[in-house]
């Protein structure tokens, strides 16, 4: 449980906070299309393990991924997760390419249900990534990230995953991703079900719960990043399988500045004192 809760914040406050659930194409998995030899969730791309289920939180469908075993062209035997994944990229010689699906709402935080039956020591991953095109520099900035690693759940059990923003912009596309284990080291067999997710949006946001906010910049970076802050103690980064990296004092500090340039690409999770957690991409 501990990489559980080191990469997230429950926030089960109830739905009647909430002003509005920002929509997500066919967010139950109800309908689905042939593609290949099997079927696929409208608006949505699969690996081959991820399939119908009839197993549903609503409706009469949600959406299964199992982690199982392939043979590359090299004929070499690999274990991967099996994945679901929002996203399309624009291929016209006027449009932006954008990795995910468009979008223009700062929502809070992204929730759905799932049930989980692990192998061994795994765990199950969301990722959720809000982008916005910089035409300046012709490229995607990252606006807001979440990342969830889930447990074993033998009934539908909410999930609950707060948004953490890194620009104060308005997105322009979202990526969503689930995956049945861990991308370092999945387990053969272990199946995940997921349905019934959306975004949901708190009403009436102050600026003074907004300045609250742990603030990291440049996100992403490729070295030194600049924490905004003044209430923490220590600062931690982990690895998003819980492991931690290496501890900061920052005491006194307002803007901390801290090179980061020895950790290899990838994303990590920055953690303080008061509980306060952010993702942060290097790059």
Known sequence: MFKRNIILSSIFCGLSQFSFAQTIPNSGFETWVQQGPGMVPTAWGTTPTSTKSTDAHGGSFAVQCKTDSFTDPMGNVKIMPGIIFLGKRGMGPNTPNLPGSPFNIRPDSFIGWFKYAPKGQDAFKVDVLFTKWNTTWNKQDTIGTAVYM?????????????????????????????GSGNPQNPELGSTLIIDDISFVTKPNASVKEQNNQFNVFPNPTNGIITINHNIAKTLDI??????????????????????????????????????????????
């Open 150 to 178: 889930g447990d074993a759940a033998n009934n539908y059990t909410k999930f609950s995953m707060p948004i953490e923003y890194s620009s104060w912009a308005t997105p322009d596309s979202v990526q969503i991703s689930f």
């Open 238 to 283: 982990y690895k998003l399988d819980g492991s931690r990296i290496k501890s900061y004092q920052i005491e006194g500090q307002e803007n901390v500045q801290i090179d980061l340039s020895y950790l290899a690409n990838g994303m990590y999770l920055i953690s303080n004192n008061k509980n306060q957690h952010t993702t942060l991409i290097k790059q």
